[in-house]
């Protein structure tokens, strides 16, 4: 079994800057690929970082340049720094991990720009 635990979601300011971090634990072995995505009321989940297991990274336009992601893999954790966040940001994030091909997932914290 592997558990996600996400922390750090709350209300920020338009402009404003937070820290997202997922703790994974349970069998997770090796170092497995790992990511953020985000729903928002009415919309489909959507990527919006992922970093693979040999640390490449990707990010969809709508946050290249002011998301990044980053991993201690001592720790399990992978984090999110959102900066310059936009109302659109609003959205429940969630922690992914893929192992032997299954995703795993946090329960989501809620983030909300808006001022």
């Known amino acids: 079994q592997v558990q996600l635990v996400e922390s750090g979601g709350g209300l920020v300011q338009p402009g404003g800057s937070l820290r997202l971090s997922c703790a994974a634990s349970?069998?997770?072995?090796?170092?497995?690929?790992m990511g953020w995505h985000r729903q928002a009321p009415g919309k489909q989940r959507e990527l919006v970082a992922g970093?693979?297991?040999?640390?490449?990274?990707y990010y969809p336009d709508s946050v290249k340049g002011r998301f990044t992601i980053s991993r201690d893999n001592a720790e399990n954790t992978v984090y999110l720094q959102m900066n310059s966040l936009k109302p659109q940001d609003t959205a429940v994030y969630y922690c992914?991990?893929?192992?032997?091909?299954?995703?795993?997932w946090g329960q989501g914290t809620q983030v909300t720009v808006s001022s």
């Open positions: 992914n991990l893929r192992l032997s091909s299954v995703d795993y």
């Open positions: 349970g069998s997770i072995g090796s170092i497995s690929p």
């Open positions: 970093i693979s297991a040999g640390g490449y990274i």
